[in-house]
């Protein structure tokens, strides 16, 4: 088969339109709400801190405010950014003389043309074999304003790979369940969890679809040291992952810093296997729990009550056949992560929670359910200080303004109806 042949599959798969409803007066309403319930618990008093509270009547205000923004543009007519705020001067260039046909970077697409599609087969079907390759052949320029996509075709790709900031706006998208693996621990990595991940990004507005990123190493045994082993390591200001698989056993999924969102995705391990100081949605992922004698789902490192990070599950499964994990534990003494709408197996330790052997982080960390089922989610032997959430106190976590994505989501991979 030609090279063609692929290009123009990729260029079919990777935009399949989906079908998104969701009204300006649901959006209103809901930002609404968000806002006036936070602004009454600041004012009357009530269950969760004044930090909290402010905390959700800014996520009201944001949402707001961005809903008046799209609505002026739209009146105007404009056609300036809507990923860099309003000033002019930000507005992305007209690079249609130079790239006909191109779509500008805020469509997360690229066109197919030479210069911003490139394909990796590892028959020689493609640009070129290996995944590095093609990531070396994009030029250095954290000023390019236009995607690239990398279209990878079937096969496993033993490769440890790093996209850096210096490679914003690139799209890699999977053709036949490709897996990208490597088998570092921290340990082997210079003694850095860090540096042991097999796939690591910090290029902004990156995006993965299709795409399954492994390590390879052992499961720890128990009291083991220094087996960290990171499959996906995410450090850029925005990223999305759409349909992707994250494989490994002890931290498999460093999600290091930063404004992410991933959909659809299965994620696998066994000990803080989703850690990090990330600001990120998990929407309709499988969580699946390997084989362990204790673990946790996740880490998260939020250092203090001002930091703008956490984990929110949304409409989430938590699988496993065997062992006892927490739903979190607080590597950040003010750790943030709630689930809402999640099925728990019952792989889930009824006290749910760990506070790291630090008794005082139970009184900064906020952990919290809204409406989750399963043998897992019961919250009867949970520990006292977590919570089940009340509507006002879950609609922070279940908007978009959670990560600010209305302003970066793309519009096709946003829920279809509103959670709240």
């Given at each position: 088969m030609?090279?063609?042949?692929?290009?123009?599959?990729?260029?079919?798969?990777?935009?399949?339109?989906?079908?998104?409803?969701?009204?300006?007066?649901?959006?209103?309403?809901?930002?609404?709400?968000?806002?006036?319930?936070?602004?009454?618990?600041?004012?009357?008093?009530?269950?969760?801190?004044?930090?909290?509270?402010?905390?959700?009547?800014?996520?009201?205000?944001?949402?707001?405010?961005?809903?008046?923004?799209?609505?002026?543009?739209?009146?105007?007519?404009e056609n300036g950014s809507r990923l860099f705020g309003e000033d002019p001067s930000l507005a992305p260039p007209d690079l249609s003389a130079m790239f006909p046909g191109l779509k500008q970077y805020s469509d997360w697409e690229s066109v197919v043309s030479p210069g911003t599609y490139i394909v990796v087969d590892q028959n020689g079907f493609g640009n070129f074999r290996g995944i590095w390759e093609a990531i070396d052949s994009i030029p250095n320029d954290v000023s390019r304003q236009y995607r690239i996509t990398i279209q990878v075709n079937a096969g496993t790709y033993r490769e440890k790979l790093y996209i850096g900031k210096e490679k914003p706006f690139i799209t890699m998208v999977g053709i036949g369940d490709p897996v990208i693996v490597w088998d570092d621990t921290k340990s082997i990595a210079g003694n850095r969890t860090f540096e042991s991940a097999t796939f690591g990004v910090g290029g902004d507005f990156f995006m993965a679809i299709n795409m399954t990123f492994q390590n390879s190493a052992p499961a720890p045994p128990p009291g083991a040291v220094g087996m960290q082993a990171v499959a996906l390591r995410v450090t850029s200001d925005v990223a999305v992952f759409y349909n992707c698989k994250i494989l490994g056993n002890q931290d498999s999924l460093y999600d290091h810093n930063g404004k992410h969102y991933f959909k659809d995705c299965f994620i696998q391990g066994s000990i803080d296997f989703i850690f990090g100081d990330g600001l990120s949605i998990y929407h309709k992922c499988e969580l699946n729990v390997v084989p362990t004698t204790s673990g946790a789902v996740t880490a998260q490192k939020r250092q203090n009550a001002t930091d703008d990070s956490g984990f929110s599950f949304q409409l989430c499964w938590i699988t496993g056949a065997a062992g006892q994990v927490y739903l979190g534990r607080a590597w950040g003494p003010f750790s943030r992560v709630v689930y809402s709408y999640t099925w728990m197996n019952d792989v889930i330790y009824a006290p749910g929670w760990f506070d790291w052997g630090n008794y005082t982080r139970q009184e900064t960390v906020y952990y919290g359910q809204y409406k989750c089922s399963g043998p897992g989610s019961n919250q009867a032997g949970r520990v006292t200080w977590s919570h089940e959430l009340a509507d006002w106190e879950a609609a922070p976590f279940l908007s978009l303004s959670f990560v600010d994505g209305e302003a970066w989501i793309p519009q096709y991979m946003r829920p279809v109806e509103p959670l709240v």
């Open positions: 030609s090279r063609s042949f692929f290009i123009i599959l990729g260029f079919l798969l990777l935009f399949e339109p989906l079908s998104v409803s969701c009204t300006r007066q649901l959006q209103e309403s809901e930002a609404q709400s968000i806002g006036e319930q936070g602004g009454k618990l600041g004012r009357e008093g009530g269950h969760g801190s004044e930090e909290f509270a402010r905390w959700v009547e800014r996520v009201g205000q944001k949402h707001r405010l961005k809903l008046e923004q799209q609505q002026a543009r739209a009146m105007q007519g």
